[in-house]
């Protein structure tokens, strides 16, 4: 019978995008105390609703008195989510956490909400990951020679396939959905941002901006610029790996850009994470520990055959 390969899911590269989204609702709960958190709003009530499939969170199983209780308890899940132990164990506690932080806070972002689908999409593969830590190499792994094994692993990596696809779509919708605006049309929209006094420049920033922005040619740049990236990452599973490496840096620096001028950072951790999972090879198994501790000689054979990812085999 002929058989397919593809790269185990189970590798390092995963595990970054997985402490990535832990570490950003770790940053909301640490930095926000019960009583900003949740609170009430106009025409809406009081956080948390606690309505249908949202009764089923965390901090609609206690009383309000001990709502900083479940969000210390939530932060050690977090924690131990993102250093990467076991992995197979973490899973659905992470996903639980950033499901409840989601649905149970009064001002949820667009981070709270990728972060809650991107970290249950991921405990398909996580649940299925045997390995110790997060950040070992997938060479660790047996090779999965049973059927159950393989279609396990044909199972997680679906599940990341479905990731990316779903940041492709996240760009490309952020893409169209600006252009019936006449600001992002006419290339003035980020005029109005950096002045904004709620979601604007801070104050050190915005002498800088300020200057780029009252010039045509900077605030056009500074409008349509982002729009040109967020298309090229819509489209980027169809582009070739090398051109993905390159848009890599270009998302990490635009979302950093955002988090710093709109001191949105649990989104851009967010999307981070996703980007990683968007551009990324399948199976991307870096050696962290050997980046980090690389010599400036040339690699040798024999490690360079180590950084080949493991592959699984499944029936056409």
Known sequence: MRRRT???????????????????????????????????VATVGRYPLCQGVNAGGAFCLVSPDHYDTVRWLCCLVLVVAASGW??????IPHAYVAFSVFTGISIPDGGDQITWILTLLIAFVAVGDSRRWHWQSSRVLEKPESRHHALWALLSTSAI????VQMAVLYFQSCVAKLPHAEWADGSALYYWVNNYDFGAPNWLRPVLGAVVDEP???AAMTWGPLVLEIALAAALLMPQRVRWMLLPAGILFHLGIA??????????AMWA?????????GHDPDFKRLLHRASRQPTASQARSDESAEVRVPA
């Open 86 to 91: 076991r992995p197979r164990f973490t899973a």
């Open 274 to 282: 996703g980007l990683l999972l968007l551009l990324s090879p399948l």
């Open 6 to 40: 593809f790269p185990l899911p189970w590798a390092a590269g995963y595990g970054l995008a997985r402490t990535l989204l832990a570490l950003g609702t770790l940053g909301t709960l640490v930095f926000s105390d019960a009583a900003t958190l949740f609170r009430e």
């Open 260 to 269: 710093v001028v709109m001191g949105l950072w649990s989104f851009a951790i």
């Open 217 to 219: 040619l900077g605030v």
């Open 161 to 164: 396939v479905l990731a990316r």
